[in-house]
T-cell receptor
Framework: DTGVSQDPRHKITKRGQNVTFRCDPISEHNRLYWYRQTLGQGPEFLTYFQNEAQLEKSRLLSDRFSAERPKGSFSTLEIQRTEQGDSAMYLC????????????FGSGTQLSVL | DAKTTQPTSMDCAEGRAANLPCNHSTISGNEYVYWYRQIHSQGPQYIIHGLKNNETNEMASLIITEDRKSSTLILPHATLRDTAVYYCIVNYGGSQGNLIFGKGTKLSVKP
């Protein structure tokens, strides 16, 4: 496995700006997940894709958040009009579709909204 | 919400076995117990999972009680690199597989 890759590793932005993160999953994995993690907490599920279809969205995913996986490979997570409360680590994970397959996580994108 | 209860923190001496407990009293018959760990500034890493039988791999052993209401993750010879937050997760191992994480146990391995 070449691993799940996330870009950028760190992002500092001003409140009100839009930001976009990219995730490249392991190539043969058709399931892709986005999580958010704040300091001292475990990762919180945001959304997941099977191939290019977004199959579930958490209530944590407000209207300012949008995720895409246009060709069923890489995915992007965009946050519009960022707020200070959006500051967190955004984690991407991928896995094969078969039951009980383990999740492989990337190293995350640390977002700081000033 | 997470369906597991774990101690907030634990210490372990280097070279000794680390035994991390987890309570999951409301687990249902088709739910698996997964363990992941997260080293500072990295994404979580899969360790092991099981349904009702004890499991062992190159990283750890998982002991699940007969009533499946609790389990223990065992790191047989802890090293300083095992210092991390360990998450016990109960999940239906079916088609979704999106894991619900709690706060985990912060394991500190000390020399």
């Amino acid at each position: 496995d070449t691993g799940v890759s996330q870009d950028p590793r760190h992002k500092i932005t001003k409140r009100g700006q839009n930001v976009t993160f990219r995730c490249d999953p392991i190539s043969e994995h058709n399931r892709l997940y986005w999580y958010r993690q704040t300091l001292g907490q475990g990762p919180e599920f945001l959304t997941y894709f099977q191939n290019e279809a977004q199959l579930e969205k958490s209530r944590l995913l407000s209207d300012r958040f949008s995720a895409e996986r246009p060709k069923g490979s890489f995915s992007t997570l965009e946050i519009q009009r960022t707020e200070q409360g959006d500051s967190a680590m955004y984690l991407c994970a991928s896995r094969r579709q078969s039951p009980n397959e383990k999740l492989f996580f990337g190293s995350g994108t640390q977002l700081s909204v000033l | 919400d997470a369906k597991t209860t774990q101690p907030t923190s634990m210490d372990c001496a280097e070279g000794r076995a680390a035994n991390l407990p987890c309570n999951h009293s409301t687990i249902s018959g088709n739910e698996y117990v997964y363990w992941y760990r997260q080293i500072h500034s990295q994404g979580p890493q899969y360790i092991i999972h099981g349904l009702k039988n004890n499991e062992t791999n190159e990283m750890a052993s998982l002991i699940i009680t007969e009533d499946r209401k609790s389990s223990t993750l065992i790191l047989p010879h802890a090293t300083l690199r095992d210092t991390a937050v360990y998450y016990c997760i109960v999940n239906y191992g079916g088609s979704q597989g999106n894991l619900i994480f709690g706060k985990g146990t912060k394991l500190s391995v000390k020399p």
